[in-house]
């Protein structure tokens, strides 16, 4: 990441960073030696790698307060997916794994007075947290006629998280 500091025409300090991100996919159905092969309608390969500012938005399963922030925070992901439609379009789904980081994060802690009420917020120390996850998505047409359809589906999903709090050792 890159953070910087200018100064504009009218003398004021102002701030840029740069966020990257990349994403690929490769439709491998499309392919010749695939075309031929009734089964297989669509079969895509694709990855994504980012790194963006961190907005507040963990995953549901870490329970977190939503006032996790610090201005540099910021999220890396690397994502990497399997999209497939078979038997003509009658049974498709997703395979995902993914890679989440937050670093550079503070979680603020309320001070509270006599009343047990919240006077100030002490930031806390910097800490990161790294999720890996599996999210699998199967769906099937089981009866397709003129008025009445059959479709079932199935989501299976593994994550994994960690917050690592000796950032600076």
């Given at each position: 990441?890159?953070?910087?500091?200018?100064?504009?025409?009218?003398?004021?300090?102002?701030?840029?960073?740069?966020?990257?991100?990349?994403?690929?996919?490769?439709?491998?159905?499309?392919?010749?030696?695939?075309?031929?092969?009734?089964?297989?309608?669509?079969?895509?390969?694709?990855?994504?790698?980012?790194?963006?500012?961190?907005?507040?938005?963990?995953?549901?399963?870490?329970?977190?307060?939503?006032?996790?922030?610090?201005?540099?925070?910021?999220?890396?992901?690397?994502?990497?997916?399997?999209?497939?439609?078979?038997?003509?379009?009658?049974?498709?789904?997703?395979?995902?794994?993914?890679?989440?980081?937050?670093?550079?994060?503070?979680?603020?802690?309320?001070?509270?007075?006599?009343?047990?009420?919240?006077?100030?917020?002490?930031?806390?120390?910097?800490?990161?947290?790294?999720?890996?996850g599996l999210e699998i998505a199967i769906n099937g047409i089981l009866v397709q006629r003129n008025n009445f359809n059959w479709n079932?589906?199935?989501?299976?999903?593994?994550?994994?998280?960690?917050?690592?709090?000796?950032?600076?050792e």
């Amino acid at each position: 990441r890159e953070k910087k500091k200018n100064i504009s025409s009218t003398g004021e300090m102002f701030s840029y960073k740069v966020y990257p991100s990349v994403g690929v996919a490769w439709i491998i159905s499309n392919e010749s030696y695939l075309k031929d092969i009734s089964a297989i309608k669509h079969i895509k390969l694709r990855g994504s790698y980012s790194k963006s500012p961190e907005n507040n938005t963990f995953s549901s399963a870490v329970i977190l307060s939503t006032n996790v922030f610090n201005e540099d925070a910021v999220v890396e992901s690397f994502d990497l997916g399997l999209d497939f439609g078979l038997i003509g379009g009658r049974l498709n789904g997703s395979i995902d794994y993914y890679i989440k980081n937050v670093y550079d994060c503070v979680y603020p802690f309320p001070f509270k007075d006599e009343n047990n009420s919240v006077t100030a917020i002490i930031p806390g120390s910097p800490f990161s947290l790294m999720q890996e996850g599996l999210e699998i998505a199967i769906n099937g047409i089981l009866v397709q006629r003129n008025n009445f359809n059959w479709n079932i589906g199935a989501n299976f999903t593994w994550q994994s998280s960690k917050i690592d709090l000796n950032m600076n050792e």
